[in-house]
């Protein structure tokens, strides 16, 4: 009971009255997730529907009544044309790629944007990564209800314009390059509100107004992109190419995978499933590339749960946020598929699932489950180095035993990036990228051919 509380024995939990413990026994709770494996399985809950509307339909006509701009993904981003899980097409753009940055990833796993960075420069993939971005505040929004739909709206459309002007201070035409989302949270959110935008004209009244105020109209109009890209189907995509640059044979790898809530949850009929992988009954991303890569993707009860971080959770009830990652994931994943990694392709997901384990020894009942996000573990296999890449030492999970078994002597590596250290805190410093084109707007920009 806290002490504010005006109730004995009320505990403030930050979800309102309607939160009550159910107290199921065992039994009881497995009877009720029980529909989750047997009806979701098969994707009968998401696909048994009379009509599902494309956005995109309303987004071509706006754009034929003039009244919005279409970021198009154009034959010079050499798309790969995929399904998504009503059978659509969805274009993923593969080259000419402008990086939305994730704000806890940057912050908490710098080895997951490192990752992808490095896999792009192995496949000589042109990219800009600028510093010109905002974080999509969504987490404000779904983790403390304070923020709307004005501003979610406002800070989607103004970082997506920065992607399409952002090539001009290359001297290259607007619409160069193409939006790639770091962020499971940014992909979901920014697919969710594209199809806000394009159904009500009063928001879109309302945004014109911020976005003119803000210079980030074009031709006095919003602009939408075609396509919402995250990451993951950018790596699905591409799981030939990267697979072409293995290096580590990881075909004794057990690997479950954990698809997260905002990538194939939120807006679904958007999320790009494939019959070649697990009969497309589940989302494609992150078991495609694992697949490619040799590894046995292992099945598991509770595929379909949330981590447990649930943006709410994690701020007024985190130790539901930690028993609910432990019991309801790693346990099932350690205890029932034995696995030797849990790959995933979100943020919060890889933190909450990478950084709870610990609490997990205060009931004597501890889990041990490496966790990596897809792009790490690709990354990893095709050579790049486990600390100064993949950054394993930034993870709480015991991603050395993972490392053991797929060959990789870690006191070495580990050695090795020590010595790095000292180089760099001497001012030798690598970088994966030229610094010079971080910043591609205002006195902060160098040309590149004049900085030579």
Partial sequence: MTTDSKIPGERFTGHGPEWREVKLTRKDANTATAWVEQVIDKRSMLTQKDRVEDVRDLMWQLEKEGEIVVH??????????????YGWDKKIPTTRLWHHKSCGQCGNIPGYPASLLWLMNKMGIEYLDETDQTSCTAWNYHGSGIGNIESLAAVFLRNFHQAYVAAKAQGLPASYYYPLVHCGTSFGNYKEVRGYLLRSAKLRASVTKILGKLGRLVDGKLLIPEEVVHYSEWLHVMRGQVANHQEIDC?????????????????????????????????????????????????????????????????????????????????????????????????????????????????GNPVDVPVLADCQFAAMVCGAHPYKIVQSHWHASSTETLMEKIGIDWRAKKAEFEAYLKEV??????TLYDPRRMITSGPGYKQIEAAK
């Fill in 251 to 363: 075909s004794n790898i057990r690997a479950t995978i954990h698809p997260a809530c905002h990538v194939y949850k939120m807006v679904p009929e958007d999320v790009v499933y494939d019959d070649d992988v697990l009969d497309g009954n589940r989302v494609a991303v992150s078991t495609g590339i694992m697949q490619s890569l040799g590894t046995q993707v292992i099945d598991y009860r509770t595929w379909y749960d949330c981590c447990g971080f649930g943006f709410r959770h994690i701020i007024s009830e985190r130790e539901f946020t930690r028993s609910f990652a432990i019991d309801r994931k790693l346990r099932v994943v350690q205890d029932e598929a034995h696995a030797d990694v849990m790959i995933g392709h979100d943020t919060g997901c890889i933190t909450t699932l990478d950084k709870n384990q610990w609490i997990s020894k205060a009931g």
């Fill in 72 to 85: 198009r993904v154009s034959d010079e981003h050499e798309p790969v044309m995929v399904k998504t899980l």
């Fill in 425 to 430: 805190a001497a001012g030798r410093i690598e």
